[in-house]
């Protein structure tokens, strides 16, 4: 079929996109390690949308999870079966996420509440309508059209939707690469980066290591320092300490990532006392580090190590290290890959784009499938509101990378 009869049916498709969009909005799917209660409403509302598609297949892997109140974390799969004499050797996913960030501050949500979301001309706002609902609706619809005019796939095409791609994904992708959904020889697109433009196509990305430390001084009255030992300032010299070293140690240059230097930031700090005439016996800070790929987390860890025996052995407090999330980078991806291939033919023929290839220092579901073997390109055209107050999805970008999976999934 000529691709501008397909394009034309994305392009009439485009206010149910939005009313798509708008109703998962509506459904909050924080992670419990945020103080949510999981994907599980969210995912009730995703199955109401792929039965009004009408898709071949629809399964739910559940992975449990005690943690949350239905006890288990939603991966929803629906199957486009396509050419039948193709599918068994030829399969496409396109794999988002359900799971959305914390609204943060509330104060800072000026145009609607996180939760409440609102089509203001071309953007919808809401928590998670650009990271990750903006794609989600985009696979959607993509395959809707060429449902609609019984265009066959040259594939079999898997739309795949994760729990927990925010927190690690042990409950997401992770749970079902294990279970053998995917397998060697599968082409494989994550919409959960790129440009505004639609014209990056990311096939690496930095190694992920957030971790903690936690001193233990002894706390006292704050006039009587001399009797205990302020956790909070051995805990601020060894943070300062731990920076310092990573920056130093870990400063080479890998031009091809966005940002071409690993990244060290510590983020979060716990509150240690509630009031200010205490000495606070304990303190607790979080680093989050994206690393390029050439250094080894195994290593990054000995050197922090052995910053924290210095000031164990300076201070005379107890200091510990805990990982929090870990993810090296496999090996990168080339961009001679077939799916990167093919995904750059389907952005010309779209979108009318010449792609360029890059790494980013962000994590997504693409770093498991590489290191796996499995063909993995990352891409969709955001405007970086991801993670923000005000966060918004484009509806002019919905729909365009919508008509690139409808010609991407033909083939």
């Known amino acids: 079929m000529d691709k501008s009869v397909v394009f034309s049916k994305v392009e009439s498709l485009r206010s149910d996109m ?101 089509l203001r001309d071309d953007k919808v706002f809401g928590r ?19 449902k609609m005019l019984d265009v066959k796939p040259a594939f079999l095409v898997g739309l795949v939707f994760v729990s927990d791609e925010e927190q ?118 979080f680093f989050d580090c994206r690393i390029i790929p050439q250094y080894s987390l195994d290593d990054v860890l000995s050197n922090i190590q052995k910053v924290i025996h210095v000031f164990e052995e300076k201070s005379g407090a107890k200091i510990c290290l805990e990982v929090i999330q870990r993810q090296s980078s496999p090996v990168l991806e080339t961009n001679t890959a077939d799916v990167v291939t093919r995904l750059k033919v389907a952005i010309k023929e779209a979108r009318g784009i010449d792609a360029k290839v890059g790494g980013v220092g962000g994590g997504t579901c693409g770093a498991f499938f590489r290191q796996r073997g499995i063909q993995v390109a990352v891409w969709n055209s955001i405007t970086g509101m991801a993670h923000q107050p005000d966060e918004y999805a484009r509806v002019s970008a919905m729909v365009e990378d919508a008509k690139v999976f409808a010609f991407l999934a033909m083939g």
Request: aromatic share 8%.
């Open 18 to 118: 939005v009313e798509a969009l708008l109703s998962l909005l509506k459904v909050s799917a924080i992670a419990p390690e945020n103080g949510g209660d999981g994907e599980a409403l969210k995912a009730k509302c995703l199955l109401k949308i792929l039965d009004d598609v009408g898709f071949d297949k629809v399964e739910c892997f559940d992975a449990p999870d005690c943690r949350v109140s239905g006890g288990v974390r939603p991966n929803v799969v629906a199957y486009f079966f396509g050419d039948s004499a193709l599918a068994e050797v030829r399969r496409l996913w396109i794999v988002s996420h359900l799971d959305v960030v914390p609204p943060g501050n509330l104060d800072a949500w000026s145009v609607t509440s996180p939760f409440c979301p609102v």
């Open 128 to 146: 998670g309508s650009e990271d990750n609902g903006q794609p989600l609706v985009s696979s959607i619809f993509a395959l809707k059209a060429l």
């Open 168 to 285: 690690g994904s042990k409950y997401g992708i992770e749970y079902l690469l294990d279970r053998g959904l995917f397998r060697m020889g599968d082409l494989v697109v994550v919409p959960d980066a790129g440009t505004e433009s639609g014209d990056f196509i990311e096939v690496a990305e930095k190694s992920m290591l957030w971790f903690k430390v936690h001193v233990i001084g002894k706390q006292v009255h704050g006039s009587r320092p001399d009797k205990g030992l302020n956790a909070h300032r051995v805990g601020m010299e060894v943070a300062l300490a731990i920076d310092a070293m990573l920056h130093e140690k870990y400063c080479a240059k890998d031009e091809l990532f966005d940002m071409p230097l690993s990244t060290f930031e510590p983020t979060r700090k716990d509150c240690n006392v509630e009031a200010i005439n205490i000495i606070p016996g304990e303190d607790v800070t």
